[in-house]
């Protein structure tokens, strides 16, 4: 039972342009939401997060939009760079819970072509 | 700082076998995760410790699994009789405090190989 779904396996970009990651996720106790970033042979890193009482956050180059109804997440990159070029992980943490029990999805290869 | 890390990087081993798994969190952190990544999927939590203590053990596959963290900062995950299906790369995260809003450190993780 997948609770969150990345249905892209990759992605490829030019550098500059945008780059667009989806997320959706099934379980309405889902109130946290998380992007991380992984390179080949390191552990993942933390990229950005988003409450269920937003719709946006951004961070730099980084923006992640929200839509409670639809249960969906994506994460937005502008410009697209060379070094984004890695693994993104969207991951979710249920509404009750006093610590930190991600749920993660099955990733998104992004490639950034310079 | 020094970050998490995890001894051994690479391990093999025959099923069977019993395998422990090494995780130095980031120092004063008292929130410890385990998380198991099997090929072409993304982490499954495992286990989490507040402390010394494991606050929730309920992604552990079954009873060949076990963990500690008998002082309250390095942990050891224990995999008893291994089989194929335990081949997978174990990850092991800490944070300041447990909530849902403090950052998870990753390490590089423990690449497990079960012939």
């Known amino acids: 039972d997948q609770q969150v779904k990345q249905n892209s396996p990759s992605l490829s970009v030019q550098e500059g342009r945008i780059s667009i990651l989806n997320c959706d996720y099934t379980n309405s106790m889902f109130d946290y939401f998380l992007w991380y970033k992984k390179y080949p042979a390191e552990g993942p890193t933390f990229l950005i997060s988003?409450?269920?009482?937003?719709d946006k956050n951004e961070d730099g180059r980084f923006t992640v939009f929200l839509n409670k109804s639809a249960k969906h997440l994506s994460l937005h990159i502008v410009p697209s760079q060379p070094g984004d070029s890695a693994v993104y992980f969207c991951?979710?943490?249920?509404?009750?819970?006093?610590?930190?029990?991600?749920?993660f999805g099955q990733g998104t290869i992004l490639t950034v072509h310079p | 700082g020094a970050g998490v890390s995890q001894t051994p990087s690479n391990k093999v081993t025959e099923k069977g076998k019993y395998v422990e798994l090494r995780c130095d969190p980031i120092?004063?952190?008292?929130?410890l995760y385990w998380y198991r990544q099997s090929l072409g999927q993304g982490p499954e939590f495992l286990i989490y410790f507040q402390g010394t203590g494991a606050a929730d053990d309920s992604g552990l596959p079954n009873d060949r699994f076990f963990a500690v963290r008998p002082e309250g900062s390095v942990s050891t995950l224990k995999i008893q009789r291994t089989e194929r299906g335990d081949s997978a790369v174990y990850l092991c995260a800490s944070s300041p405090l447990p909530g849902p809003a403090d950052t998870q450190y990753f390490g590089p993780g423990t690449r497990l190989t079960v012939l």
């Open positions: 120092s004063g952190h008292t929130a």
């Open positions: 991951a979710a943490n249920a509404g009750g819970t006093s610590y930190g029990k991600l749920t």
């Open positions: 988003i409450s269920s009482i937003k």
